[in-house]
């Protein structure tokens, strides 16, 4: 919201973060000179009337021509039209909350003059919240409109779950300072009442691969610009393999190739074990095992 014309403020009444009702005062600039406009505004249409009614009746006698009455005619439509937005100026002189909402932007300052050009208090609604999130720019071209986000709180998606939302739309344009694109999320219902500007954290859902193979991500062990996973057989014996990894979570990566659903692998100390090892019982070190889902 900005002030609808120059002027100075004289009443503060709200702060950043305050909740506030429709209708609510927030700002009030310094009345004075609106309602002298007011004044000035009323008492020329008086002048435009009682010159209109002169100039319709010695039309109407033939004194003079018909177009100085009109003329008249004209000049009081004119001072009305300044009247009503002089009042009009002084109602929004008194800047009152559209909204009940939240006060997200306060840069009026008492005493200071204002620029009707710039915002001086800002409110949102709380319950009409989208999320921003940001993506790689090779990221951003697999998402889509309608894709489903599993949010979460924090800057990881090992925080506190608050639900699932879809994509709404992909910005068109890489911010120039981040270097990322945004993406908007519509979360309707989320856990709890989310805040304006709280860091959240979505895993957006690119693709369904039904019946795919994963395993936890702990299995994989870089080799060079390969992977391999240690397969446990049924003496717990470690037999390192070869295996092509395709699309991954935050948690598991599916298996192309190398794998067939239900051999287990070692997850915990991986990167520590060497082919033909005997590894411990599940109970005694983290043991997973290749499985079908939906990542």
């Known amino acids: 919201m900005s002030a609808p014309a120059a002027g100075l403020v004289s009443k503060i009444l709200v702060t950043g973060g305050q909740n506030v009702r429709a209708g609510q005062t927030l700002v009030e600039l310094d009345q004075a000179p609106f309602q002298a406009a007011v004044q000035s505004a009323n008492a020329a249409l008086a002048v435009a009337e009682r010159a209109n009614e002169r100039q319709q009746r010695l039309a109407q006698e033939g004194i003079i021509p018909r177009k100085d009455a009109e003329q008249a005619a004209a000049e009081v439509a004119k001072a009305r039209a300044d009247a009503v937005a002089a009042t009009r100026i002084a109602h929004l002189s008194i800047l009152r909350s559209p909204i009940t909402g939240v006060v997200t932007r306060m840069s009026a300052t008492l005493g ?27 990221d951003a071209a697999r998402v889509r409109p309608g894709a489903k986000v599993s949010v979460s709180a924090g800057q990881s998606a090992t925080g506190e779950p608050l639900g699932i939302g879809s994509v709404l739309d992909v910005a068109g344009t890489v911010d120039t300072t981040t270097r990322s694109v945004a993406v908007r999320v519509e979360a309707p219902t989320t856990r709890r009442r989310l805040r304006i500007g709280e860091t959240v954290f979505g895993a957006i859902s690119v693709g369904m691969r039904p019946s795919a193979i994963v395993v936890p991500l702990e299995a994989l062990v870089p080799e060079g610009e390969e992977f391999k996973v240690f397969v446990v057989d049924a003496n717990s014996i470690a037999h390192e393999r070869e295996v092509k990894v395709g ?46 889902e939906k990542p």
């Open 112 to 138: 200071a003059s204002v620029d009707p050009a710039q915002p001086i208090v800002e409110i949102s609604d709380p319950t009409a919240l989208d999320l921003l999130l940001s993506v790689t720019p090779t």
């Open 247 to 292: 699309g991954r979570t935050s948690t598991v990566a599916e298996i192309l190739e190398g794998l067939t659903a239900g051999e287990r692998v070692v997850t915990s100390g991986a990167y520590s074990v060497a082919d033909s090892a005997k590894v411990v019982a599940p109970s005694d070190s983290a043991k997973g095992a290749a499985s079908k």
